[in-house]
């Protein structure tokens, strides 16, 4: 049972542009969702969160927006720079945390 | 703030031998920690939940037996391999769970490359 998904496992941007990054759940007893940064061989790195009460929060060119009712989310960075690239999973909380499947993003210059 | 070391970062081993990776949490007392398999090309997969004094609670499809997880002090948890098959190969990744019981978060360690011949 896949509780979180991320549908695109991979996304390339342009230097410069929007990235965004999708994320579907079931579960409605998800009470945070949180998105976490991944370089390979090293641990996830907290980005951004956001409360199941919110429909979005904003920190810096990372916005994060809740869509409730079509258990959906999504991460936005713009404007999207080189460093970004890594891979983003996006991250279901209860009492413990459940991620989906990640998306592999690479901004190219 | 909210650091979690975790070693060792690589490990080999022969096939039938057990390992163990430690997971400490340096500047916080983590009485909720957690581990992560992330296979090739895959998801971080939750294994199991570390609870400091009681037994560890599994997910689904998790041998309990094959990890074997402790969680002795409120810095400390560990994840023993047990008799290691090529196919337990894999990253292995702890998390601790910081904060308060209204505002908390996770850090994660470093994680550990597991690779058994």
């Known amino acids: 049972d896949q509780q979180v998904k991320q549908n695109s496992p991979s996304l390339s941007v342009q230097e410069g542009r929007i990235s965004i990054l999708n994320c579907d759940y079931t579960?409605?007893?998800?009470?945070?969702f949180l998105w976490y940064k991944k370089y390979p061989a090293e641990g996830p790195t907290f980005l951004i969160s956001?409360?199941?009460?919110?429909d979005k929060n904003e920190d810096g060119r990372f916005t994060v927006f809740l869509n409730k009712s079509a258990k959906h989310l999504s991460l936005h960075i713009v404007p999207s720079q080189p460093g970004d690239s890594a891979v983003y999973f996006c991250?279901?909380?209860?009492?413990?945390?459940?991620f989906g499947t990640g998306t592999r993003l690479q901004v190219f210059p | 703030g909210a650091v979690v070391s975790q070693h060792p970062s690589w490990v080999i081993c022969k096939s039938g031998t057990s390992v163990k990776i430690e997971c400490r949490s340096l500047?916080?007392?983590?009485?909720?920690m957690f581990w992560y398999r992330q296979f090739p090309k895959q998801s971080l997969m939750l294994m199991a939940t570390?609870?400091?004094?009681?037994?560890?609670?599994?997910e689904q499809g998790v041998e309990k037996d094959k990890f074997l997880i402790n969680h002795a002090s409120l810095t400390l948890s560990t994840l023993t391999v047990t008799s290691a098959h090529p196919e337990d190969s894999s990253f292995y990744i702890c998390?601790?769970?910081?904060?308060?019981?209204?505002?908390?978060?996770?850090?994660f360690g470093s994680g550990t490359r597991l690779t058994v011949v």
């Open positions: 998390s601790a769970r910081f904060g308060t019981e209204l505002n908390y978060g996770y850090t």
């Open positions: 579960n409605s007893m998800f009470d945070y």
């Open positions: 956001i409360s199941s009460i919110k």
């Open positions: 991250g279901g909380n209860t009492d413990k945390l459940i």
């Open positions: 500047d916080f007392q983590a009485t909720t």
């Open positions: 570390s609870n400091e004094g009681s037994k560890a609670t599994y």
